[in-house]
């Protein structure tokens, strides 16, 4: 690692990162509130669970956040009959040395797309939990750390269940974010068009802005992100409505406290901040901790969504005076 990429500050990281949205737009147009979301949870160490339509661009973010970063990119198609060593890897018998060796699976990977995880069964799913929390795989007896960065970016297609199994509260906890795409607007739309018909070929082709070091200096850099007291206060009291919600059955757990805390820091980054305001946490509240909530069996039928639950606890808790800012 050289030392520029040793010492990167967070002025770089708000520039590298301004420089992957703009490589990754090239790509995926008119999305970039979505591209930014995926970018913090990114830099935030965290995984994305994309809960959206066939069709809306989640396999090429995956894939352009892979290409941009100089990362390694791998995808998994799950389905009914997937196995748990279909993605974790299992040992192989070498005739030629008459001994097992292991052959790693698609786990071991820097971006990994777990395309239509929730057509997997609970076992298979579950194959992915210790890879997410711990950045380890275990098999036969034996743990294997998976290389930093890891990120899996796995998508589920909201309006099908017939042949799905939904995933469990745990397994959605392990979710830094879950987030939406959406259908472009309608000038967006055309401008896919446009630069389809520019190019000559169905795929954008995407260069490297930040290699696999790079990105991992611009993680630790958000480290150096200053939360004061009563922000952290603030994210602490919002976490705790979400617990006392009359609507809720389960609220959000420490990990989403901690989640809300790590995304409200990358967003003060790429604002060019080193310190974290309230609107930072209330940016990226819903995608934190809407989906940590368990609402009641009730309120399934009234068509409520857990972003509207999220939305009132924000109208109700308080927000702490602005401090004077650090120099």
Known sequence: MSDAVETIGLEGVASRAHQILDEIERAVVGKREALELALAALLADGHVLLDDLPGLAKTLIARSFATVTGTRFTR???TPDLMPSDVTGASIFNQRTGDFEFRPGPVFTHVLLADEINRAPPKTQAALLEAMQERQVTTEERTRPLERPFLVLATQNPIEYEGTYPLPEAQLDRFLIRMRVGY????????????RLGRTEDEAQLTAVVGREELLAMQRAIENVHVAESVGRYI???????????????GASPRGTLALMKLARVGAALDGRDFVVPDDVKAVAASALAHRLVLRPELWVQRVQAEEIVAECLQAVPVPPAEPERS
């Open 184 to 195: 472009p607007s309608a000038d967006a739309e055309w401008q896919i068009l446009e630069r």
């Open 236 to 250: 602490v009291a919002l976490v705790a409505a979400t617990r006392t919600s009359p609507s809720v059955e389960v």
């Open 76 to 78: 998994i198609q799950f």
